[in-house]
Protein backbone atom coordinates (compact mmCIF):
# COMPACT_ATOMS: atom_id res chain seq x y z
CA UNK A 1 0.00 0.00 0.00
CA UNK A 2 1.25 3.10 -0.99
CA UNK A 3 1.55 6.24 1.41
CA UNK A 4 -0.86 9.00 0.39
CA UNK A 5 1.47 11.89 0.58
CA UNK A 6 3.82 10.27 -1.77
CA UNK A 7 1.40 10.57 -4.58
CA UNK A 8 1.59 14.27 -3.67
CA UNK A 9 5.75 14.26 -3.26
CA UNK A 10 5.66 12.47 -6.70
CA UNK A 11 3.82 14.96 -8.45
CA UNK A 12 5.72 17.70 -6.74
CA UNK A 13 9.17 16.17 -7.42
CA UNK A 14 8.08 16.54 -11.64
CA UNK A 15 6.91 20.39 -11.02
CA UNK A 16 10.41 20.98 -9.01
CA UNK A 17 12.10 19.73 -12.01
CA UNK A 18 9.84 21.52 -14.63
CA UNK A 19 10.16 24.63 -12.84
CA UNK A 20 13.98 24.37 -13.05
CA UNK A 21 14.29 23.13 -16.21
CA UNK A 22 12.10 25.91 -17.78
CA UNK A 23 14.38 28.73 -15.73
CA UNK A 24 17.57 27.33 -17.22
CA UNK A 25 15.73 27.47 -20.62
CA UNK A 26 15.22 31.24 -19.58
CA UNK A 27 11.62 30.85 -19.95
CA UNK A 28 10.80 32.25 -16.14
CA UNK A 29 12.58 34.13 -14.04
CA UNK A 30 14.52 33.06 -11.35
CA UNK A 31 12.78 33.86 -7.96
CA UNK A 32 15.79 34.26 -6.32
CA UNK A 33 17.53 36.46 -8.42
CA UNK A 34 14.30 38.01 -10.06
CA UNK A 35 16.69 37.56 -13.66
CA UNK A 36 16.20 35.59 -16.45
CA UNK A 37 18.92 33.02 -16.20
CA UNK A 38 19.65 30.56 -19.20
CA UNK A 39 21.70 27.62 -19.37
CA UNK A 40 20.71 25.30 -21.75
CA UNK A 41 23.14 22.41 -20.49
CA UNK A 42 21.61 22.73 -16.81
CA UNK A 43 18.11 22.34 -18.56
CA UNK A 44 18.78 19.58 -20.56
CA UNK A 45 19.76 17.73 -17.29
CA UNK A 46 16.66 18.18 -15.36
CA UNK A 47 14.88 16.69 -18.70
CA UNK A 48 17.00 14.02 -18.71
CA UNK A 49 16.02 13.62 -14.98
CA UNK A 50 12.39 13.00 -16.01
CA UNK A 51 13.09 11.05 -18.60
CA UNK A 52 15.01 8.59 -16.12
CA UNK A 53 12.38 8.59 -13.67
CA UNK A 54 9.85 7.98 -16.65
CA UNK A 55 11.82 4.90 -17.41
CA UNK A 56 12.39 3.95 -14.23
CA UNK A 57 8.72 3.80 -12.49
CA UNK A 58 7.04 2.11 -16.16
CA UNK A 59 4.22 0.00 -14.84
CA UNK A 60 4.59 1.35 -11.31
CA UNK A 61 2.51 4.82 -12.10
CA UNK A 62 -1.21 5.76 -12.44
CA UNK A 63 -2.79 6.16 -15.69
CA UNK A 64 -2.48 10.12 -14.35
CA UNK A 65 0.87 10.19 -13.01
CA UNK A 66 2.02 8.80 -16.10
CA UNK A 67 0.20 11.31 -18.40
CA UNK A 68 0.99 14.16 -16.37
CA UNK A 69 4.55 12.99 -16.51
CA UNK A 70 4.57 12.46 -20.66
CA UNK A 71 2.86 15.83 -21.00
CA UNK A 72 5.49 17.44 -18.92
CA UNK A 73 8.42 15.99 -20.40
CA UNK A 74 6.51 16.61 -23.96
CA UNK A 75 6.31 20.34 -22.81
CA UNK A 76 9.90 20.35 -21.92
CA UNK A 77 11.04 18.83 -25.05
CA UNK A 78 9.66 21.24 -27.42
CA UNK A 79 10.44 23.98 -25.23
CA UNK A 80 14.09 23.25 -24.96
CA UNK A 81 14.01 22.15 -28.84
CA UNK A 82 12.88 25.95 -29.35
CA UNK A 83 15.97 26.97 -27.44
CA UNK A 84 18.17 25.17 -29.80
CA UNK A 85 16.99 26.55 -32.41
CA UNK A 86 16.77 30.21 -31.47
CA UNK A 87 20.89 29.61 -30.45
CA UNK A 88 21.36 28.40 -34.26
CA UNK A 89 19.60 31.05 -35.68
CA UNK A 90 21.14 33.87 -33.29
CA UNK A 91 24.61 31.73 -34.25
CA UNK A 92 24.07 32.07 -38.02
CA UNK A 93 23.23 35.80 -37.77
CA UNK A 94 25.98 36.04 -36.09
CA UNK A 95 28.21 34.58 -38.69
CA UNK A 96 26.22 36.44 -41.20
CA UNK A 97 27.03 39.81 -39.74
CA UNK A 98 30.79 38.63 -39.66
CA UNK A 99 31.19 37.81 -43.08
CA UNK A 100 29.59 40.98 -43.97
CA UNK A 101 31.81 43.02 -41.97
CA UNK A 102 35.31 41.44 -43.49
CA UNK A 103 34.00 41.61 -47.01
CA UNK A 104 33.32 45.22 -46.10
CA UNK A 105 37.12 45.85 -44.73
CA UNK A 106 38.60 44.10 -47.85
CA UNK A 107 36.54 46.71 -49.64
Same mark, same amino acid.
Given at each position: ?????H?????????????????????? &???????I???? @??????????????? +??????????????? @???? @?? &???????????KK?? @??????E &??? +??????
Amino acid at each position: MTDPNHNILFMQLIIQNQQIAMMAMGKI &KNPVTNKIDRNL @EHAKIYIDTLDMLLA +KTKGNLSEYEEKFLT @ETLK @EL &KLNYIDEIDKDKKSG @EGEKNKE &KAE +KKEEKS
